[in-house]
């Protein structure tokens, strides 16, 4: 069977012998533990969170960068096919 913590508190009122009281001490005391490694773990997760976040942004970023490069890539080879393109029209005879 499992106690929450509130049962064990409550379980303490009623106990009598030496060893019922050592036991419910050392049940409170990893409750006490575990309720600080959950604040420690949320700490980290929400840390970890954070960074994620971060990263999505970065890469979002980065993302929108390398669109801009590839337009910029794409204008470049416009302008130089524009100005490599066949003349057409009057071309004067110089003699």
């Given at each position: 069977?499992?106690?929450?913590e ?14 019922e009281?050592k ?39 980065i ?27 009057y ?5």
């Amino acid at each position: 069977m499992v106690f929450t913590e509130l049962g064990v508190a409550m379980l303490s009122s009623v106990l009598n012998s030496q060893t019922e009281i050592k036991v419910n001490i050392q049940i409170m005391r990893i409750f006490m533990k575990m309720r600080k490694m959950i604040d420690t773990h949320g700490l980290i997760l929400a840390k970890l969170n954070e960074l994620e976040k971060n990263d999505i942004e970065h890469d979002e970023k980065i993302l929108i960068i390398f669109e801009y490069l590839k337009k910029f890539d794409e204008i470049q080879k416009q302008e130089l096919l524009q100005k490599n393109r066949k003349q057409i029209g009057y071309k004067p005879q110089n003699k």
